[in-house]
């Protein structure tokens, strides 16, 4: 049984910083490419980051490149996503996702599997 849970939401002011962690189990890791996507409340869940299996190659949404930044440790299963510079505009559900698939990361009908969320609140 697959399964990937986040950690490290919480609240934090404007410009605060969280890393989130996604622990995944009941899958081969090292051979998926991980996404990270958000949603808020009224809104569809958008693509954030995702990171290939090796970490070699890294996608961000324009909206939070340069602040956001994924990473992943295949040795733990474990993939991160350290957030700087956080904006009230990004209060969103996070959650991680897994694929085998290297193309069309950005949809989230790419991927399979998805954790069950942790929750970033950015107080203005």
């Known amino acids: 049984q697959v399964q990937l849970i986040e950690s490290g939401g919480g609240l934090v002011q404007d410009g605060g910083s969280l890393r989130l962690s996604c622990a995944a189990s009941?899958?081969?890791?090292?051979?998926?490419?991980m996404g990270w996507f958000r949603q808020a409340p009224g809104k569809e869940r958008e693509f954030v980051a995702a990171?290939?299996?090796?970490?070699?190659?890294?996608y961000y949404a324009g909206s939070v490149k340069g602040r956001f930044t994924a990473s992943r440790d295949n040795a733990k299963n474990t993939v991160y996503l350290q957030m700087n510079g956080l904006k009230p505009e990004d209060t969103a559900a996070y959650y991680c996702a897994a694929t085998t698939r290297s193309v069309l990361l950005t949809s989230p009908t790419t991927y399979v599997y998805w954790g069950q969320g942790t929750q970033v609140t950015v107080s203005s």
């Open positions: 009941g899958l081969t890791f090292s051979m998926h490419t």
């Open positions: 990171i290939t299996w090796s970490g070699g190659s890294l």
